[in-house]
């Protein structure tokens, strides 16, 4: 017999779920800004560059996290909710509708233009679609979690 306690155990909570994807989502983005750094600072490298460098990372990963809770809280509702309508169950789809969360972000943050010939507009767009897709796995693999506990 389920008591309540294995209902509660089982059913996974929104929070965890949308707290899991703005984690992927933000180390993704931070994997990327450091990767950035790092190549600039290989290319180019000064004493003083150094310094703003650790500076910029410290401060991007304070807003990239709170840009990332924003992305989360906003598209991760409606993108849950097309999961659970649709009955995807495979990571893969996770991260289909997660890219599709990104992508959307991406057009609303980098912007849509129809001269794409500028790099870094490319590269965030392609950074945001993969934040997004990862934090579609990471959502899946919470709930996942919350489904098999029982």
């Known amino acids: 017999m389920r008591t309540r306690r ?13 707290l899991a994807a703005t984690l992927a989502s933000w180390a993704t983005v931070m994997v990327a800004i450091t990767t950035g750094m790092a190549i600039a600072l290989v290319i180019d ?8 460098a650790f500076g910029y990372l410290v401060s991007a990963a304070g807003i990239s996290f709170f840009i990332a809770i924003f992305a989360c809280t906003i598209l991760g509702p ?13 990571w893969w789809q996770a991260a289909l509708i997660g890219a599709f969360a990104g992508l959307i972000f991406a057009g609303t943050i980098v912007g849509w233009r129809p001269n794409m010939y500028d790099w870094s507009i490319v590269v965030s767009g392609v950074v ?12 899946w693999r919470e709930r996942r979690k919350g489904r098999l506990s029982t």
Not at 6 to 18: F, K
Not at 45 to 52: G, H, N
Not at 78 to 90: Q, V, Y
């Open 6 to 18: 294995d209902a509660e155990r089982s059913t996974p909570d929104w929070v965890d779920i949308l």
């Open 78 to 90: 409606p993108a849950l909710g097309l999961a659970a309508l649709l009955r995807l169950d495979a």
């Open 128 to 139: 945001l679609i993969a934040a997004g897709a990862l934090a579609g796995v990471a959502a």
């Open 45 to 52: 490298f000064r004493i003083e560059a150094l310094a703003f």
